[in-house]
């Protein structure tokens, strides 16, 4: 027998194996929405009878998900879609404060042929272009306070924190001296992590007490958001924009109201420049005051909206492709960003918070304190 | 042969899809210049533990922070690319 036979005779299981896949799996690569004609005509019937059928809209779905919205979408099976419609808060001059639901804008019961899904309530609608709620007289000046998806998350994550770390407070304070239990060990080794290795370095001794309840709050706010919103009907709260300023214009507010006399003097005055380089240094300098916080701002935003997008893309490929061997590909690396996306979670909460850590430890620091190496 | 190619061209810029591909070859270059960044990064740290492993910790910590900071920067110039496209669709 020649080697050659003999490998086939010894590797036929794994050979027949092979050649099946081989044979059988492209079978579901072809396999597609709507190829013979004689399904083309059933859609048009379909259509005809008053049943839309729409392409679908790749950057709308990514959209969709990543931006805030009047109602929390949860799911859709087939045609039903379950949504948890939330409260619209609107104020205006003449009407005072209007609430009502969200589900007030949608049709009820059928949708008809050639009816638009939206319609005013109150003369009230929401524009399909930046949605938003706008008056039939467009004159008119109101002020939208609703009740958002990113609000409604943000309260939801609000009660977890006051939930969790109240409980944990209530341990400490009363069961003092004694070895952690439960939730309290669950959490304490990241609070001692943030209290020690990003505040206590970074702010010096005396300072760090006054600062550290607001990192430890920054900090589990961050990372709660962040990981709130990777799971499935989550909001992306930490990746709105407005939040990621509002923390930013936090930090810059407590940098410069915390600020002593030495911080300026090396913004007007940066120790060891030669005097003709000053008029280049001190305008950079001083934008650099609000540069900084401006890129804290965006690093979250991006780094949370942009793995969502990610992860949004890879699942939108399969209904881009209308066919189920792509998830084949597709999940796998869906699965392998979402851990991902866990490490960035973590990592961005520690990153805004050290970097909040370091401009105000810079804001607070005496003459003196750091060795200036000159 | 050439006023075929130029009136391609043409319609592309007409229908801003030569400012969409702009966007996104400015979003791998980006991507580019952030590989760069971290790549030097991670050379000198995984130099720096090989020499002296006892500061692999403070070393370790260091890397993650510079290239968080390296990061940003790439991700402001994908903002601007993103936004340029979702601007002309």
Not at chain 1, 8 to 27: E, G, H, M, Q, R
Not at chain 1, 194 to 211: L, M, P, S, W
Not at chain 1, 315 to 344: D, R
């Given at each position: 027998?020649?080697?050659?036979?003999?490998?086939?005779?010894?590797?036929?299981?794994?050979?027949?194996?092979?050649?099946?896949?081989?044979?059988?799996?492209?079978?579901?690569?072809?396999?597609?929405?709507?190829?013979?004609?004689?399904?083309?005509?059933?859609?048009?019937?379909?259509?005809?009878?008053?049943?839309?059928?729409?392409?679908?809209?790749?950057?709308?779905?990514?959209?969709?998900?990543?931006?805030?919205?009047?109602?929390?979408?949860?799911?859709?099976?087939?045609?039903?879609?379950?949504?948890?419609?939330?409260?619209?808060?609107?104020?205006?001059?003449?009407?005072?404060?209007?609430?009502?639901?969200?589900?007030?804008?949608?049709?009820?019961?059928e949708?008809?042929?050639?009816?638009?899904?939206?319609?005013?309530?109150?003369g009230?609608?929401?524009?399909?272009?930046?949605?938003?709620?706008?008056?039939?007289?467009?004159?008119r000046r109101?002020?939208?306070?609703?009740?958002?998806?990113?609000?409604?998350?943000?309260?939801?994550s609000?009660?977890?924190?006051?939930?969790?770390?109240?409980?944990?407070?209530?341990?400490?304070?009363?069961?003092?001296?004694?070895?952690?239990?439960?939730?309290?060990?669950?959490?304490?080794?990241?609070?001692?992590?943030?209290?020690?290795?990003?505040?206590?370095?970074?702010?010096?001794?005396?300072?760090?007490?006054?600062?550290?309840?607001?990192?430890l709050?920054?900090?589990?706010?961050?990372?709660?958001?962040?990981?709130l919103?990777?799971?499935?009907?989550?909001?992306?709260?930490?990746?709105n924009?407005?939040?990621?300023?509002?923390?930013?214009?936090?930090?810059?507010?407590?940098?410069?109201?915390?600020?002593?006399?030495?911080?300026w003097?090396?913004?007007f005055?940066?120790?060891?420049?030669?005097?003709?380089?000053?008029?280049?240094?001190?305008?950079?300098?001083?934008?650099?005051?609000?540069?900084?916080?401006?890129?804290?701002?965006?690093r979250?935003?991006?780094?949370?909206?942009?793995?969502?997008?990610?992860?949004?893309?890879?699942?939108?490929?399969?209904?881009?492709?209308?066919?189920?061997?792509?998830?084949?590909?597709?999940?796998?690396?869906?699965v392998?960003?979402?851990?991902?996306?866990?490490?960035?979670?973590?990592?961005?909460?520690?990153?805004f918070?050290?970097?909040?850590?370091?401009?105000?430890?810079?804001?607070?620091?005496?003459?003196?304190?750091?060795?200036?190496?000159? | 042969?050439?006023?075929?190619?130029?009136?391609?061209?043409?319609?592309?810029?007409?229908n801003?899809?030569?400012?969409?591909?702009?966007?996104?070859?400015?979003?791998?270059?980006?991507?580019i210049?952030?590989?760069?960044?971290?790549?030097?990064?991670?050379?000198?740290?995984v130099?720096?533990?090989?020499?002296?492993?006892?500061?692999?910790?403070?070393?370790?910590?260091?890397?993650?922070?510079?290239?968080?900071?390296?990061?940003?920067?790439?991700?402001?110039?994908?903002?601007?690319?993103?936004?340029?496209?979702?601007?002309?669709?």
């Amino acid at each position: 027998m020649t080697s050659k036979s003999i490998f086939f005779l010894k590797n036929t299981f794994k050979i027949f194996i092979l050649v099946a896949l081989f044979l059988v799996l492209p079978n579901y690569i072809f396999s597609q929405e709507n190829v013979h004609p004689q399904q083309d005509k059933e859609e048009i019937n379909k259509i005809e009878h008053g049943e839309v059928k729409e392409p679908f809209n790749f950057s709308e779905m990514i959209l969709h998900h990543i931006a805030d919205s009047h109602e929390w979408h949860l799911a859709s099976i087939g045609h039903t879609h379950i949504t948890i419609p939330l409260p619209i808060i609107i104020l205006s001059k003449d009407r005072g404060i209007e609430i009502f639901s969200s589900s007030k804008f949608h049709s009820e019961g059928e949708l008809h042929e050639g009816e638009k899904e939206e319609h005013t309530y109150k003369g009230y609608y929401i524009d399909e272009e930046d949605h938003k709620i706008k008056h039939v007289e467009s004159d008119r000046r109101i002020v939208d306070i609703s009740i958002t998806k990113n609000v409604a998350s943000m309260l939801i994550s609000i009660a977890l924190l006051c939930g969790i770390f109240i409980t944990i407070a209530n341990r400490y304070r009363n069961h003092k001296g004694e070895a952690p239990k439960g939730i309290q060990s669950l959490f304490e080794p990241l609070i001692i992590f943030v209290r020690d290795d990003i505040v206590k370095t970074n702010i010096g001794g005396k300072n760090a007490e006054k600062f550290l309840p607001y990192m430890l709050t920054l900090f589990f706010f961050i990372l709660f958001n962040n990981l709130l919103g990777l799971l499935p009907g989550g909001a992306n709260l930490t990746g709105n924009i407005a939040v990621t300023l509002t923390l930013a214009v936090l930090t810059l507010i407590l940098t410069l109201l915390n600020s002593k006399s030495n911080y300026w003097l090396h913004i007007f005055a940066p120790p060891g420049i030669p005097l003709w380089l000053l008029p280049i240094m001190v305008p950079v300098e001083i934008l650099g005051v609000f540069t900084k916080p401006i890129a804290l701002m965006i690093r979250l935003f991006a780094n949370i909206t942009g793995g969502h997008i990610v992860i949004l893309s890879f699942v939108g490929l399969i209904f881009l492709f209308k066919n189920a061997t792509v998830a084949l590909a597709s999940i796998p690396v869906v699965v392998a960003m979402n851990f991902l996306e866990l490490l960035v979670a973590f990592l961005q909460a520690y990153i805004f918070t050290l970097l909040s850590c370091m401009y105000i430890g810079s804001a607070v620091e005496e003459h003196g304190e750091h060795d200036h190496g000159h | 042969m050439l006023a075929t190619l130029f009136n391609i061209f043409l319609q592309a810029a007409a229908n801003n899809n030569l400012a969409v591909m702009g966007a996104c070859i400015g979003s791998g270059l980006v991507a580019i210049g952030a590989g760069i960044g971290i790549g030097r990064i991670g050379g000198g740290a995984v130099e720096g533990i090989a020499r002296q492993p006892e500061a692999s910790n403070k070393i370790q910590t260091a890397a993650i922070i510079l290239a968080a900071l390296i990061e940003a920067i790439a991700l402001i110039g994908v903002l601007a690319c993103f936004l340029v496209s979702f601007q002309l669709k």
